[in-house]
């Protein structure tokens, strides 16, 4: 699977707007682009995932560049329970996840 | 509805002993995938079982091994442990064909070596 870039740590206010950005200059025509979460003490939980338009669900918001090679994870509105390390995974294979070193966002109240 | 249950969720074993880590996959799904979570780093692809077989492998010595059963649980073996198998394990299910936005991960089981 093609390589994904993103900033080791990000801070932000609680009920304010996060934007965690991710890169992915090697992206085929084939990768999804998923992102995950994986709070304190627990296992990784899917988030949301896009192939080339921007998506919405109940947790996140997913802006995906026109050429593909970058992407943003938005949570609109941080709380505590938000902060966690956020990975951002090229996948088009349905078999293993590559995971990097992910996001450690942190949440200040 | 009982997502992925992972046993024991702590363990400490001697240097050069065995261990067997056990998941039960949520409800549904058919596919388990072992990873393996070194202290602040992501987690790393140890193999992936699909109709009893193991279909795909990442980087791990053969000291690693596993097993899937016909109600779809799984467990992970490790031989001859060393101390760089500390770490956290987890167990991830998912339905065969259902690409990367479908896995569903235990809290995993926290093997320490000593």
């Known amino acids: 699977d093609a390589k994904t870039t993103q900033p080791n740590s990000m801070e932000s206010n609680e009920e304010e707007p996060v934007h965690l950005p991710c890169n992915h200059s090697t992206i085929s025509g084939t990768d999804y682009i998923h992102w995950y979460r994986q709070l304190p003490s627990q296992g990784p939980e899917y988030v949301i995932h896009g192939l080339t338009s921007n998506v919405n669900n109940r947790m996140a918001s997913l802006a995906i560049a026109e050429d593909r090679k970058s992407s943003t994870l938005i949570l609109h509105r941080a709380t505590l329970r938000d902060a966690a390390v956020y990975y951002c995974i090229l996948n088009n294979a349905g078999n293993m996840l590559t995971f990097g070193g992910g996001t450690r966002l942190m949440v200040k109240p | 509805d009982a997502g992925v249950t992972q046993s024991p969720t702590h363990l400490i074993k001697t240097r050069g002993q065995q261990v067997t880590l056990r998941c039960s996959p949520k409800?549904?799904?058919?596919?388990v995938s072992w990873y393996q979570q070194a202290l602040g780093q992501g987690p790393q692809f140890i193999f992936q079982y699909y109709e009893e077989e193991e279909r795909q492998r990442g980087n791990f010595p053969d000291r690693f091994s596993g097993h899937q059963f016909p109600n779809y649980s799984s467990e992970l073996n490790v031989n001859a442990l060393l101390l760089g198998d500390s770490a956290l394990y987890l167990c991830?299910?998912?339905?065969?064909?259902?690409?990367?936005?479908?896995?569903?991960f235990g809290s995993g089981t926290r093997l320490t070596v000593v």
């Open positions: 991830a299910s998912s339905l065969a064909g259902t690409v990367g936005w479908g896995y569903t």
């Open positions: 409800s549904g799904h058919d596919t």
